[in-house]
């Protein structure tokens, strides 16, 4: 399992979130890079939308990413909130999460599962920090 030290601040509660996500846990995995029904969400934070390897996105959500947006914070709790709304002709079922505070609680579970880039050298220095320590 991937938990990060050095993982994105967001104000909620974890473990209340882990409850939360035991709903979206049916089709999405946070423990693996292994796509379910849906796409895997580690390191969500960070990527875009529409590109994990091996999933079959709709074209909504294949656009979404080409138009520039990441998966932040703000784009997270807007997508969770309304995910046909926010990113209309998407495939995902779930009509959403309507209290912020549950939305504010799974964005705290999930940045456990999302490493935060260097500030310098982004992730790649971070992997070839690792490398380094294993020689």
Same mark, same amino acid.
């Given at each position: ?48 939308? +529409?590109? @994990?390897? #091996?999933? &079959? ?8 990413? $080409? !138009? ?16 046909? +709304?926010? @990113?209309? #002709?998407? &495939? ?8 912020? $505070? !549950? ?33």
């Amino acid at each position: 399992m991937l938990v990060s030290t050095s993982a994105y601040a967001i104000d909620g509660d974890p473990e209340a979130g882990e409850q939360v996500f035991r709903t979206c846990a049916t089709c999405h995995n946070v423990e693996a890079e292994q796509n379910k029904v849906g796409p895997h969400l580690v390191n969500v934070f960070g990527r875009t939308p +529409g590109t @994990v390897e #091996g999933f &079959r996105y709709s074209r909504a959500m294949t656009q979404f990413g $080409e !138009e520039g947006n990441v998966w932040d914070e703000e784009t997270l709790s807007a997508y969770l909130a309304d995910p046909r +709304g926010y @990113v209309r #002709g998407n &495939r995902m079922a779930f009509v959403g999460l309507k209290s912020e $505070e !549950e939305i504010q609680n799974v964005l705290a579970y999930l940045a456990q599962f999302s490493e935060m880039p260097d500030a310098e050298g982004g992730e790649e220095a971070a992997e070839g920090e690792e490398a380094s320590a294993d020689e």
